[in-house]
Structures are given as C-alpha cells and as structure tokens.
C-alpha cells in the first residue's frame, strides 16, 4: 500500500522509497523492481541489473491505476548458485544422474 500511495502521489523521493523498501525486504528475494507512471515514465529503479524472467502488473490506488511495475525475484547468479548450494536440487541432480 505504501508504494501504491507513494505513486499516487507523485512524490518522486516517496515512490524511490518505498520501492527501496519492498526490494530489501530480506524475505521476499526479490532482485529488481521498476515502478512506472500511467504514462510508462520511469519513476524507481532499483535493484541489480542481471534478471531472469520478469513479471509486470498494474498498480491500483483507491480503485485507480495509477502506475505499473516489472519485477524480478531471481536473477542469473542467484539461479546457479541456488541450484549448486540448494539440499533439493542437488538431490534432483544426483538421481537424474544415477538413472
């Protein structure tokens, strides 16, 4: 909701600050997010540059678009460290191996 008002708003120094905290948020892994006016001008971007597969949705405000978003949860580095480091994958790789 923080970011939905920021961006409602239109306080640029609000919108950068929300987006910081929704990126750093240590659960939510999340790589990269770009916040954008209705017009499609960059108002946040924030986080690394190198992601895989990102998402895009609309952002609502009281029943109002009032901006959208490209979000990344994982990016390339974190995707070949995960698979050498995770406990599941790792027993994924030796049965596919032992068959």
Known sequence: MALASAVASGNPAMVRAATHEIVYTPVWHIVRLRVLSTSGQLLADV??????APLTG??????KVVGSFVMSVQDDLGTRSSSTTSPACRSRSTSTASR
């Open 47 to 52: 986080g690394g540059p190198y992601v895989l």
């Open 58 to 63: 609309q952002i609502s405000y009281q029943g």
